[in-house]
């Protein structure tokens, strides 16, 4: 049975809405989303929120709750971070939503808020060892995970708004209050020496880091639509931050991919991911999609340790993608047997010097080659090819997730060169001989369970005079599958660069 789940996210500068279909497996799938634009901490006098704070509050809380009740959402789950945290009315607050939205919010500490970021990350991204920061609109959340368990967790007393409240307050910041800004940003950091010269990934979480990556993908034209995993080299963060510091508000505005309502506080934040970069001795900031609300998601569905490795990040991914474009996983590991299965007798024979990176796409691309036949049988590669590409992938990068899609949806060389084409940025010609020995592999698996009824158990590479035997062992010597071998092992042995044919090898009658 499948079951709706809310989770409300009641931050100070936005609150946000979103909503998950949760299946019977557990997999979850985001169907609506919601953003309000708050700024509570604006709304913070001597410590407590003002009147039009809650009455803004309570007016969008009740706007969630009639989209909730419409979606007929079974459970809901609210948190509220710094700015309710540290008004002495926050209580007060959340009693009020409670008695007239009927919605339950609960005050989490920044402690809480670090680590839920921590686990979404852990859930989203193959990463052993970074740093992740969290800056929302009144506290900012930094951890330091190793072997991708957690070791150490703060949460500081400043966000984009607060810190621009405090330092800038011209249209154009001056050099001065730049200067006092970074300054401060300098010895905040400082204050936490487990963050010295670290020389790993900084990973940023939330809505400024979303928004930097928008303004650095529009900046060069990037081909992939998709921000979770995407790097940003920390020359680019301080060009980009030389760049939009000195425009004025509306200017800012006008930067193509510049949040509109985020314009007048992104500088502060941007500013703070320059500042870690370099008390870490980082050179590259990757943006995550996946933060806060995530890792409380997480939490309530999974539990409170994330996936322990890479590998198994990969395999919840895969089985969610299985789920998710119904396909049959039966046939879809019964390939992924057979390509790698082949994969390690090419290696064994010394036809490649492909590694455990190559495996493991391979493995992936195997499992996920029928995604796109959920939209329509015809064109199907190419659906594939469109799903894996632009559909998030948990656990891998943009490089990683189009070599699997062009592996998955292999079928020609002109089809493969139209990708790299418009993947120039990402792939390169280079990576042809890659995806094409892979691929023919792929598509000599799959035929070999065209009727997806596994009978063809297993694959023999045997060399012969110069040239290979593949034999086929099956439950007979008849099967549909060995009418359609041909085509495929004509492109396999073009792009291997081996003569090969096959042999087709019933199995002994029980007796």
């Known amino acids: 049975m499948t079951k709706s789940i809310g989770v409300i996210d009641l931050g100070s500068n936005t609150a946000r809405l979103v909503i998950y279909q949760q299946d019977e497996q557990g997999n979850l799938t985001e169907v609506d989303n919601i953003k309000r634009s708050l700024r509570l901490s604006n709304h913070l006098q001597n410590n407590r929120l003002d009147d039009d704070g809650m009455a803004i509050t309570l007016t969008c809380l009740r706007q969630f709750k009639e989209l909730l009740d419409a979606r007929q959402v079974q459970q809901t789950i609210g948190v509220a971070t710094a700015a309710v945290r540290q008004a002495e009315n926050g209580v007060e607050l959340l009693e009020r939503i409670k008695a007239?939205?009927?919605?339950?919010?609960?005050?989490?500490?920044?402690?809480?808020?670090?680590?839920?970021?921590?686990l979404a990350v852990m859930d989203s991204m193959n990463v052993d060892e970074g740093i992740t920061i969290d800056i929302g609109g009144g506290s900012t959340e930094v951890t330091y995970f190793q072997n991708r368990k957690l070791k150490e967790s703060h949460s500081f007393p400043f966000g984009i708004v607060?810190?621009?409240?405090?330092?800038?307050h011209s249209d154009i910041p001056t050099e001065a209050e730049f200067t006092?800004?970074?300054?401060?940003?300098?010895?905040?950091?400082?204050?936490?020496?487990w963050l010295k010269n670290k020389q790993c990934p900084?990973?940023?979480?939330?809505?400024?880091?979303?928004?930097?990556?928008?303004?650095?993908?529009?900046?060069?034209?990037y081909s992939m639509d998709s921000l979770h995993h995407y790097p940003i080299s920390k020359e680019n963060v301080t060009s980009i931050l030389e760049h939009i510091r000195i425009l004025s508000l509306e200017e800012r505005r006008q930067v193509p991919g510049m949040s509109k309502d985020r314009a007048d506080v992104v500088l502060s934040g941007i500013a703070a991911f320059e500042s870690l970069l370099s008390y870490t001795g980082s050179d590259v900031l990757l943006i995550s999609n996946k933060g806060l609300r995530e890792g409380v998601l997480y939490e309530s569905v999974w539990g409170a340790e994330p996936p322990a490795t890479g590998s198994e990040l990969h395999a919840k991914t895969a089985a969610q993608f299985m789920n998710r474009y119904h396909i049959d996983t039966i046939h879809a590991q019964h390939v992924k047997s057979l390509s790698l299965s082949l994969f390690d007798q090419l290696g064994a024979q010394r036809l490649h010097a492909f590694g455990q990176e190559e495996r493991e796409l391979l493995a992936s691309a195997s499992l996920l080659h029928d995604a796109g036949r959920s939209i329509n049988v015809y064109e199907s590669s190419e659906h594939t090819f469109y799903l894996l590409s632009q559909v998030l992938m948990a656990g891998f990068t943009h490089r990683e997730r189009?070599?699997?899609?062009?592996?998955?949806?292999?079928?020609s060389n002109k089809l493969l060169l139209g990708q790299i084409s418009r993947h120039a940025d990402i792939v390169s010609k280079q990576d042809k001989n890659l995806i094409e020995k892979l691929g023919t592999l792929l598509l000599v698996s799959r035929m070999l369970d065209r009727s997806m009824?596994?009978?063809?158990?297993?694959?023999?590479?045997?060399?012969?005079?110069?040239?290979?035997?593949?034999?086929?062992?099956?439950?007979?010597?008849?099967?549909?599958?060995?009418?359609?071998?041909?085509?495929?092992?004509?492109?396999?042995?073009?792009?291997?660069?081996?003569?090969?044919?096959?042999?087709?090898?019933?199995?002994?009658?029980?007796?």
């Open 162 to 168: 607060t810190l621009t409240k405090r330092f800038l």
């Open 100 to 118: 007239e939205a009927g919605i339950t919010i609960q005050i989490l500490t920044g402690e809480e808020e670090a680590r839920y970021g921590y």
């Open 180 to 193: 006092q800004l970074r300054s401060f940003l300098a010895d905040s950091f400082a204050s936490k020496p």
């Open 453 to 511: 009824t596994q009978s063809i158990h297993a694959v023999q590479l045997i060399k012969t005079n110069g040239s290979y035997l593949l034999r086929c062992m099956g439950k007979r010597t008849d099967h549909l599958e060995y009418s359609l071998l041909d085509e495929p092992l004509i492109k396999f042995s073009k792009a291997w660069k081996i003569p090969i044919a096959y042999t087709a090898v019933a199995d002994s009658p029980k007796t």
């Open 402 to 411: 189009l070599l699997i899609a062009m592996l998955a949806s292999y079928k």
């Open 202 to 221: 900084v990973i940023a979480i939330g809505g400024t880091a979303r928004n930097l990556g928008k303004i650095h993908q529009r900046s060069v034209h």
